[in-house]
């Protein structure tokens, strides 16, 4: 199985910041990793898909990069509504697998 | 609007059996790939099983092979996760989810999730 590894796990940061999480896979996934937010108690909701979209509804602050084995998911200036957990997930080899989570938190 | 709406969770002993079920509305649901993911208390996303949209195809994950069952109905726009042998390992919040094909579709809309407890 693929493994997916999100850094930092928790992250602190205020209004208005630039905010970064990496996410390595253990092998090449190309271009099919995702980004999800979720809230507490609430669904998971698609934000990036295929590395660099922009998923539905999100808001273009979001923004994500990389190729292969290292992705980054970036929000540009954050806003009170994105203190959240932020999974990153590979969709190119069955089992799909999931990042740990990085929970965003207010410093 | 699109919607996914799961039920079906409850408190099982563990070696019991349960199905969750998830009824789509506001799409075709025969177009979609349907997925089901879980979460434990406190943990992670694990992504369970799915089945493609003409229904002739799954994948589960190794831990619940032989155990779970993923199944659809399109006729009801429902989606199915049969469970047996439960143990308190497969206790979490279950989600479905769809995906606009079987290769590299994100799950794209999920529903709000129904939680499964397994506990003597």
């Known amino acids: 199985d693929i493994q997916m590894t999100q850094s930092p796990s928790t992250l602190s940061a205020s209004v208005g910041d630039r905010v970064t999480i990496a996410c390595r896979a253990s092998?090449?996934?190309?271009?099919?990793l995702a980004w999800y937010q979720q809230k507490p108690g609430k669904a998971p909701k698609l934000l990036i898909y295929k590395v660099s979209s922009l998923g539905s509804g999100a808001p273009s602050r979001f923004s994500g990069s990389g190729s292969g084995t290292e992705f980054t998911l970036t929000i540009s200036s954050l806003q009170p509504d994105d203190f959240a957990t932020y999974y990153c997930q590979q969709y190119n080899t069955y089992p799909w697998t999931f990042g740990q989570g990085t929970k965003v938190d207010i410093k | 609007q699109v919607q996914l709406v799961e039920s079906g969770g409850g408190v099982v002993q563990p070696g019991r059996s349960l199905r969750l079920s998830c009824a789509a509305s506001?799409?075709?649901?025969?177009?979609?790939?349907m997925h089901w993911v879980r979460q434990a208390p406190g943990k992670g996303l694990e992504w369970v099983a799915l089945i493609s949209s003409d229904g002739k195809n799954e994948y589960n994950v190794d831990s619940v092979k032989g155990r779970f069952t993923i199944s659809r109905d399109d006729s009801r726009n429902t989606l199915y996760l049969q469970m047996s042998s439960l143990t308190p390992e497969d206790a979490a919040v279950y989600y479905c989810?769809?995906?606009?094909?079987?290769?590299?579709?994100?799950?794209?809309?999920w529903g709000q999730g129904t939680t499964v407890s397994v506990s003597s």
């Open positions: 989810a769809r995906a606009r094909g079987y290769w590299y579709y994100p799950m794209d809309v």
């Open positions: 092998q090449s996934i190309s271009a099919w």
């Open positions: 506001g799409f075709t649901f025969s177009d979609y790939v």
